[in-house]
């Protein structure tokens, strides 16, 4: 495998610097503005008739004079746009094969209210729905103020977010969060952590893509999500600071900082953000023990958690064009993340009769640090005239989570004698994980408006997980060593993959198929003590995961769509590492080390009509889920919560959503996704074979008054639903409301928001699977008014920004959770 990457290496650069396109039709043309002078740096798109699609974009140049080469036949229309400017569209004209067009001039007026010191800011709706991709506009929501990156997703169209922070789609787990395309390489608790301290101003876009294609990594059983920080694209320099103040119970503040400079041939970008977040999560755990189908006894748990936490981050990045054809850039991010978690517990222990028995107290702290450390370095350079392009990518990144837990418990009887001595429990869990990662794409339009792509990637991680737990041995009077407990487990994987792609358009007929092969070396340790031996593993692995896209456009108001894809969710690093995280001497969560990949065929056919209404029917198919189980001692009384791999799935569903303006002052936006999930498999030892439809809606009703204020009604609602037919999690809802000013001549904004004002959001989850009975109630600190003050400050032109790639798509959000 690793020859083959090698030779791979050698052979796409080679091909990229040697090879010639063959060049079609040509569209040239000139912008300028209503006095005549040329305009450079306008964004320029080519759109295909009569269906308006979208075949290239350009910028134009210091003379502003724009070029589309390699052109198939057809007829089209062009259109420029450009901030501070009036778009501008020419008339449609046919081009034929090896023929050149000279369009006419392009007039772009300067809108009514361009300042050379303003931003001009465009309204654009909430959702956009694409034909490979839905997108979130954030800031065309006023309820988003003061919000959270995870509170927007949780708002976002098709995404659930569960009672543990894990993201699904369309009603399926195992989402890959990319941020500005480059992987957060994050999962479960610390994805969750990241995104609930990552203020919502930070954001621009959100993209949701369920059928990625083989340029990205297999990983993602549902599809991937990018998050679009804001990055203002002017010559000269511009930004935004956003101020919030949030109050539930307990306050919240997130807040930021964006700033972008572009002089010649730099450009300096920079994103901070410090947010303070405090909370809490108020639970309420019934168990049932079993002897013989009749009720022996029942745990009444009652834990009141308070968490608090600050978060600093950076993001600082440079480009610095080399040439016209060649630019490089690197990218830092820091993050520093202490967090306090606090959980104060009693939990009654009755008899089958209902009478208390005794009681049990608990008090469990979690003091910890998380912090990252990231350098990228990425280069791309324009081979020929034809388009071709070869870019690289390389990461390096770091993760320290530093955590001390303390559990302290007290079993009492009834009348409050103590029963025996306390159980003491503490713990030192440090866990170290380091990933290197390198990419090369190449792309290279070919005849007749096709083109092709070819890419490599390796990464290496490794990940050094050590838990010290000791107990208090009160016949000895001191700290010993808990050896039931404590573990030290090293990890290792590298991933080599090569992907190729290739796409095309047949007048109204759109093709792409491509291919990726991934290889998978991974290696654990377990290190043994004095009371369990050493264990290791070793696994090699490759697979091919293919995908295939056709669309169609049947005329200007309807296009089709047809994708499939195959794809693989690995198991989280922490999630693979057997820690221990107390709730109370009863209930914890532990890691599994014989976690394997479960693997995924995604089926989908999309209609899109007048670009409002997007349908999608889809069927996936999933081998050896990986989910949440829990797992029940009857004899001690011990619930604990693992991963596993549990069972097969089918899941066939239908999604509706529908955008669009009602009149001039009113938009909707409404999506609705109804699934049926069917598994079958064994979960603790059991034949599982359940099957549930469940719905799920989103809804946005937007108002604009007069010219500078606005306001919002969102909700959602979840019906039933299941995870891995042990979890039935009964329906859940949310109505907020947001309100918008713009102030200072459109410079600045603020924005109130009021989230869940009835108090109505909450989860209750039943489990009633083998020896497990129970009922999960859960409420958290969700009902609180927030106020967003942001001001946007700009002194430049319009230029078109590079986005960064990352030359990782899994590896990042593989980092497991930790509390």
């Not at 300067?110 to 839905?134: C, F, G, H, Y």
């Not at 054809?325 to 939990?347: D, R």
């Not at 809606?697 to 969102?714: D, G, L, Y």
């Amino acid at each position: 495998m690793s020859r083959l990457i090698y030779v791979l290496l050698v052979l796409i650069p080679l091909v990229a610097f040697t090879n010639k396109a063959q060049a079609q039709g040509r569209v040239t043309g000139v912008v300028k503005d209503e006095k005549g002078n040329v305009l450079p740096a306008v964004t320029v798109a080519l759109l295909q008739l009569p269906a308006n699609t979208e075949i290239k974009t350009v910028v134009s140049d210091k003379e502003g004079v724009y070029v589309f080469i390699a052109i198939t036949a057809g007829k089209y229309t062009v259109s420029a746009s450009s901030v501070g400017h009036v778009t501008a569209s020419a008339k449609a004209f046919t081009l034929s094969a090896d023929q050149t067009i000279s369009v006419p001039d392009l007039i772009l007026p300067a809108s009514p209210k361009a300042m050379t010191d303003v931003t001009v800011q465009t309204k654009r709706p909430l959702i956009e729905n694409k034909i490979d991709k839905m997108v979130v506009n954030v800031d065309a929501s006023p309820s988003n103020a003061g919000a959270t990156a995870m509170e927007v997703l949780e708002k976002s169209p098709g995404i659930t977010v569960d009672r543990d922070g894990n993201i699904s789609l369309k009603g399926k787990q195992g989402i890959i969060v990319l941020m500005d395309g480059k992987q957060t390489y994050l999962s479960g608790q610390d994805l969750a952590n990241l995104l609930r301290n990552m203020p919502a101003s930070q954001l621009d876009q959100i993209e949701i893509m369920t059928q990625p294609s083989a340029r990205y990594d297999a990983a993602g059983n549902s599809g991937i999500i990018n998050l679009r920080t804001k990055k203002n694209s002017q010559v000269g320099f511009n930004g935004s600071i956003s101020l919030s103040y949030v109050q539930g119970r307990y306050p919240k503040s997130p807040n930021s900082f964006n700033f972008n400079y572009k002089k010649g041939k730099f450009n300096f970008f920079t994103n901070l953000s410090y947010s303070y977040w405090s909370g809490f999560n108020d639970q309420h755990l019934i168990r049932r023990f079993h002897n013989n189908g009749v009720v022996a006894s029942v745990f009444d748990q009652q834990a009141d958690q308070k968490n608090r936490s600050s978060n600093y981050s950076g993001r600082f990045g440079m480009d610095y064009a080399i040439n016209k054809k060649t630019t490089i850039g690197f990218l830092i991010n820091t993050i520093n993340n202490p967090s306090h978690w606090e959980n104060k517990g009693k939990a009654n222990i009755l008899s089958n009769r209902g009478v208390i028995d005794s009681f049990n107290t608990a008090e469990t702290v979690n003091k910890g640090s998380w912090k990252n450390f990231g350098a990228a370095i990425n280069f791309r350079r324009i081979l020929d005239t034809s388009g071709s392009e070869l870019t690289a990518d390389a990461d390096v990144i770091r993760y320290d989570t530093r955590s001390n837990q303390t559990s302290d418990n007290f079993n009492y009887l009834a009348g409050g004698t103590l029963i025996r001595n306390p159980f003491l429990l503490r713990a030192n869990l440090p866990a170290e994980i380091t990933i290197y990662s390198g990419r090369v794409d190449y792309t290279r339009p070919l005849k007749k408006g096709a083109k092709f792509e070819a890419g490599l990637k390796s990464s290496y991680v490794s990940t050094d997980n050590d838990a010290r737990y000791t107990f208090y041995e009160h016949n000895e009077t001191k700290w010993v060593p808990d050896n039931s407990r404590s573990n030290h487990f090293l990890y290792k994987e590298n991933i080599n993959a090569a992907y190729i792609n290739y796409s095309r358009q047949y007048k109204k007929l759109g093709v792409q198929t491509g291919l990726r092969m991934e290889n998978t070396i991974s290696e654990g340790k377990q290190f043994g003590n004095p009371t369990q031996k050493d264990t290791t593993f070793k696994k090699n692995y490759t697979q091919l995961f293919p995908t295939a896209y056709f669309s169609y456009a049947l005329n200007a108001n309807n296009q089709f769509g047809l994708s499939y894809g195959r794809r693989v969710e690995r198991p989280n690093y922490q999630d693979m590492n057997p820690f221990q995280y107390f709730l109370d001497q009863y209930t914890f969560r532990q890691g599994n080390p014989n976690l394997t990949p479960q693997f995924t065929h995604n089926v989908e056919l999309t209609h899109i009509y007048r670009k409002a209404l997007n349908t999608t029917l889809n069927y996936t198919y999933t081998t050896d889920i990986l989910n949440d189980i829990l797992k029940q001692n009857d004899q001690t009384k011990v619930t604990y919560q693992t991963k596993e791999n549990v069972a097969k799935r089918r899941t066939l569903g239908l999604a509706v959503s529908y955008n669009a303006p009602v009149t001039k002052w009113w938009t909707t936006s409404v999506f609705v996704n109804v699934n049926n999930n069917h598994y079958q498999g064994l979960v603790n030892n059991l034949p599982l074979d359940v099957s549930l439809t469940s719905l799920m809606a989103n809804s946005s009703q937007q108002f604009r008054f007069a010219k500078t204020w606005t306001a919002e009604v969102t909700g959602f609602y979840r019906t039933r639903s299941q995870e891995t037919g042990m979890f039935l999690i009964e329906p859940m809802g949310v109505v907020s409301f947001g309100f918008g000013k713009q102030l200072l001549k459109n410079k600045a904004s603020l924005k109130l928001s009021v989230t869940d004002p009835f108090y109505i959001q909450r989860t209750t989850v039943i489990i009633d699977y083998g020896n497990i009975d129970a009922v999960v109630y859960n409420r958290w600190d969700n009902r609180r008014v927030g106020l967003t003050f942001t001001y946007r400050f700009s002194k430049g032109e319009n230029i078109q920004q590079r986005r960064k790639s990352s030359s990782a798509q899994e590896e990042q959000n593989r980092v497991g959770g930790s509390n």
